[in-house]
Nanobody
Framework: VQLQASGGGVVQAGGSLRLSCLAS???????VAWFRQAPGKEREFVAG????????TYADSVKGRFTISRENYYSTAYLQMSSLKPEDTADYYC?????????????????WGQGTQVTVSS
């Protein structure tokens, strides 16, 4: 499975962006998550969704502003980001795994996409 993230860009504070994560080989049985890494900071969990979309989880910092979703038929997961803040500026990565104890735990994710850069100006 290869993941390709896209949709990043420059947006003003309060704006919106939608990131996409396209999986070659399909994602139908994979839990998918988004992580982000700001300059000089460690990579952190943003949001995750189970293979059947029965469960989602979010970092406290993005709850109520970001929504993760997926369309298995199109092998694509999404991260809709609204009410963006300058502190959301980071490289965003999608990741996938077949089995996880906790979606926010980075270590078990087997597949990673390249980052897509999001810059939020104040």
């Amino acid at each position: 499975v290869q993941l390709q993230a896209s949709g990043g860009g420059v947006v003003q504070a309060g704006g919106s962006l939608r990131l996409s994560c396209l999986a070659s080989g399909g994602i139908s049985r994979l839990t998918v998550a988004w992580f982000r890494q700001a300059p000089g900071k460690e990579r952190e969990f943003v949001a995750g969704i189970t293979w059947d979309a029965s469960d989602t989880t979010y970092a406290d910092s993005v709850k109520g502003r970001f929504t993760i979703s997926r369309e298995n038929y199109y092998s694509t997961a999404y991260l809709q980001m609204s009410s963006l803040k300058p502190e959301d500026t980071a490289d965003y990565y999608c990741a996938a795994a077949y089995f996880l104890s906790a979606m926010s735990d980075m270590a078990p994710y087997t597949y990673w996409g390249q980052g897509t850069q999001v810059t939020v100006s104040s």
